[in-house]
C-alpha cells in the first residue's frame, strides 16, 4: 500500500529483518500494527500507508485501463491525474469500451469485485448490428458454447432498435476477456459499441464520461458485505 515492493517481495523483506515496528525488528508475517500509534521503517525509511480510496470513472471509448503509459494511446491515467492516492484498476474495459470502471487501493474491496466466487454482476448495454429477433434472444438466454467454455447471461433483453441494428442490456457476473463482444458475436450480432453501466450495486449514472467521483458510503457498506459471504451457488 505503500508503494514499497509486491506484496512477496514484501514477505521476504520482513523475513529478512528489514521491517522494524517502533524501533523493533519483527520478522513475524501477518504482524498487525495500529497506523495511528505504531510507527513503521522499512530500510531506516518511515513510511504509512495512504489512506483507501474508492474511484468511480466514467471511461471513455478510445483510452487504455492501465496506468502506464503505451506508445501514444491515451489511458485512463490521464483521468485521475488529480487523485493523490496510488489507486488501480479493478478489472478492465477494452480500449473501445467506455463505461464504469472501479478503481481502488483496497485489495479486499478488489477482491469482491472481481473473484468469481462472489458473482458480482457486471451490467452492460450494447448497440449490435443487425435486428435480433425474439427467438435469437431466447437462444442468448440458454447460452452458448464459446472457445473458453460455456457462457450463459444472468439476463439480456432487447431495450430497443435502432434503425436496423438493436439495442440491448446484458449482464454477466463472470470476467472472461472480451466476453460480452464474444458471446454476441457467437449469435451472429457482431458488437457496434459497448458500454459498461454498473458492477454490482455500483452504478455509472449520470456520470459525465472522462470524469470520476468517489464511491458512497452506501455503496463501500454492500461491497463491504460481499467481501464476508458469497453470493449463492
Known amino acids: 500500500m505503500c508503494g514499497i515492493a509486491s506484496r512477496r517481495r514484501a514477505d521476504e523483506i520482513v523475513c529478512e529483518g528489514g521491517v522494524r515496528v517502533n524501533g523493533l525488528v519483527v520478522k513475524e508475517l501477518g504482524h498487525r500494527i495500529d497506523t495511528e500509534r505504531d510507527t513503521v521503517d522499512v530500510g531506516g525509511e518511515f513510511i504509512m500507508p495512504e489512506r483507501k480510496r474508492y474511484i468511480v470513472l466514467n471511461k471513455p471509448p478510445l483510452y487504455l485501463t492501465t496506468l502506464k503509459q503505451e506508445g501514444k494511446k491515451k489511458t485512463i491515467r490521464e483521468l485521475i491525474k488529480d487523485v493523490p492516492e496510488r489507486v ?11 463505461g464504469l470502471l472501479i ?13 468469481p466466487r462472489y458473482k458480482m454482476p457486471k451490467v452492460y448495454v450494447a448497440l ?3 435486428r435480433v429477433e425474439r427467438k435469437t434472444l431466447e437462444r442468448m438466454i440458454n447460452g452458448t458454447r464459446l472457445e473458453d467454455g460455456f457462457a450463459r447471461p444472468d439476463r439480456v433483453g432487447i431495450i430497443k432498435y435502432e434503425a436496423q441494428n438493436t439495442l ?3 449482464t454477466f457476473h463472470e470476467g472472461r476477456n472480451r466476453l ?3 458471446f454476441l458475436l457467437k ?8 458500454k459498461r453501466i454498473a458492477v454490482g450495486p455500483i452504478k455509472l449514472g449520470a456520470l459525465p ?9 452506501e455503496e463501500l457498506k454492500i461491497l463491504g458485505r460481499g467481501t464476508l459471504q458469497c453470493a449463492p451457488t
Not at 88 to 98: A, H, I, N
Not at 103 to 115: K, P, R, V, Y
Not at 187 to 194: E, G, M, Q, R
Not at 209 to 217: H, K, P, Q, V, Y
Request: hydrophobic share 40%.
Open 103 to 115: 478503481l481502488t487501493n483496497d485489495g479486499e474491496i478488489a477482491n469482491a469485485i472481481i473473484h
Open 187 to 194: 449469435f451472429d450480432h457482431p458488437v457496434l459499441k459497448l
Open 180 to 182: 460480452v463482444k464474444r
Open 209 to 217: 464520461m472522462g470524469m470520476w467521483r468517489d464511491m458512497t458510503d
Open 168 to 170: 440491448v442490456e446484458i
Open 128 to 130: 449490435v448490428k443487425g
Open 88 to 98: 488501480y484498476p479493478v478489472g478492465r474495459l477494452d480500449y473501445d469500451t467506455e
